[in-house]
Structure formats: structure tokens, C-alpha cells
């Protein structure tokens, strides 16, 4: 079956900017997860939802960052007033049980 | 900060086992040890987890010391495409529903040569 689907693959914007990033989880998955993942360094958790809420938001580095996931299955996340810091590898997973799937990933560069 | 240790970098030809060590001596009773992989430029792969016994599936053998302080991941017959940052990850599981946060380290490059 599908997996774990992000769009988009490359993000490319300048600082200052406000973006989005989108995750398509795997039917039927009640658990979603971000992560963002820096050069050289293993993926950081950053926000878990459980169905529509957030059960776990203690890995968001501010308040510029924001996640939703209305329906209980897309999720996304956003980011304001982008600094170039934020530039990373964003990862989404999902799991229904134990099991954690990632997509590929959303490379996001801030000029 | 992740409880496990991993050396940064191994070597294996293609082929042979290959086995990548982990430890993890502050494990606690009901902490499993997972395994995932991340091939460059795409998101970790999950390949297999265990709580105490010896675990196998078609990716992969865990091998999981009595004491459980430490573990090995074994790829039997390494490939080309097993070339891989390696993490090993300790985590408690929960039965329904969603899971913990996952703690990734800085993982072990494991570079399969031909």
C-alpha cells in the first residue's frame, strides 16, 4: 500500500517568509509525528498528534512553529517568520501501533 | 539525549555479515530496543525491534545480551544498498493507538564495499 506521502520535496524561500509543509500519513494511521532532521545529526522529534490533537508538542523549538491536523489524517506544518537556522529536513511519520513510518522527507532551505 | 552508544562509522564487504553493535546500559525493564535505518536522502527505514529475546525477520537478526545492556544488529549478507546510517533506539512501548517519541542518536554509518 502507499506509504507515508510529503509534499513538498524541496521548499526553497527567503527569510522572513511564512511556509507550509504538508504530510499525506498511511490510512487508516491514528498517530502522526514530525521530526526535522539538521545536516549530520539524527532526526529531532518536534510534535505528535494523536487523532486531531496534539499529544505531545514539548519538541517545537518556539512559537513561530505550528502543527494541525483538522480531520484526524493530513497534517501540517508551519512555520512563520522563517530564520535561516530553520533549515532542515522535515520528516513525518505515522504509526497505528508501535511501528513509527516515515515519508521521504521535506528539504526546506531559508536564503 | 538518546541512551544509546553506536560507533560513528563501520566498514563490511559485500557479502559478509555485517554486524553493528549498540549499547545500552541504562535500558529499563520495559524498554524495547528498535532498530531503523536512513539511506541518504530518504526518511529512516524502520527494520526490527525486541524487548529480550532474539528476534528475526527479512531484513534483519537482533541479537539482545542477557543482561540487556547491549545489542547487535545483524544484516547476514550485506549488500551494496545496506550502505546506511544505523540508529539504535531505546523506547517504552504502548499497546494502542499511537507510541513515544522516538530519541534518534547520531547513528553509525555502516559503508558496504564491493
Known amino acids: 500500500g502507499a506509504g507515508v506521502s510529503q509534499t513538498p520535496s524541496n521548499k526553497v524561500t527567503e527569510k522572513g517568509k511564512y511556509v507550509e509543509l504538508r504530510c499525506d500519513p498511511i490510512s487508516g494511521h491514528t498517530a502522526l509525528y514530525w521530526y526535522r532532521q539538521s545536516l549530520g545529526q539524527g532526526p529531532e522529534f518536534l510534535i505528535y498528534?494523536?487523532?486531531?490533537?496534539?499529544?505531545?508538542d514539548s519538541g517545537l523549538p518556539n512559537d513561530r512553529f505550528f502543527a494541525v491536523r483538522p480531520e484526524g489524517s493530513v497534517s501540517t506544518l508551519k512555520i512563520q517568520r522563517t530564520e535561516r537556522g530553520d533549515s532542515a529536513v522535515y520528516l513525518c511519520?505515522?504509526?497505528?501501533?508501535?511501528?513509527?513510518?516515515f515519508g521521504p522527507g521535506t528539504r526546506l532551505t531559508v536564503l | 539525549d538518546a541512551k544509546t552508544t553506536q560507533p560513528p562509522s563501520m566498514d563490511c564487504a559485500e557479502g559478509r555479515a555485517a554486524n553493528l553493535p549498540c549499547n545500552h546500559s541504562?535500558?529499563?525493564?520495559?524498554?524495547?530496543v528498535y532498530w531503523y535505518r536512513q539511506i541518504h536522502s530518504q526518511g529512516p527505514q524502520y527494520i526490527i525491534h525486541?524487548?529480550?529475546n532474539n528476534e528475526t525477520n527479512e531484513m534483519a537478526s537482533l541479537i539482545i545480551t542477557e543482561d540487556r545492556k547491549s545489542s547487535t544488529l545483524i544484516l547476514p549478507h550485506a549488500t551494496l544498498r545496506d550502505t546506511a546510517v544505523y540508529y539504535c533506539i531505546v523506547r517504552l512501548q504502548i499497546t494502542q493507538g499511537g507510541s513515544e517519541k522516538l530519541v534518534f542518536g547520531k547513528g553509525m554509518k555502516l559503508t558496504v564495499n564491493p
Open positions: 498528534f494523536q487523532g486531531t490533537g496534539a499529544a505531545d
Open positions: 541504562t535500558i529499563s525493564g520495559n524498554e524495547y
Open positions: 525486541g524487548l529480550k
Open positions: 511519520a505515522s504509526s497505528q501501533g508501535n511501528t513509527q513510518y
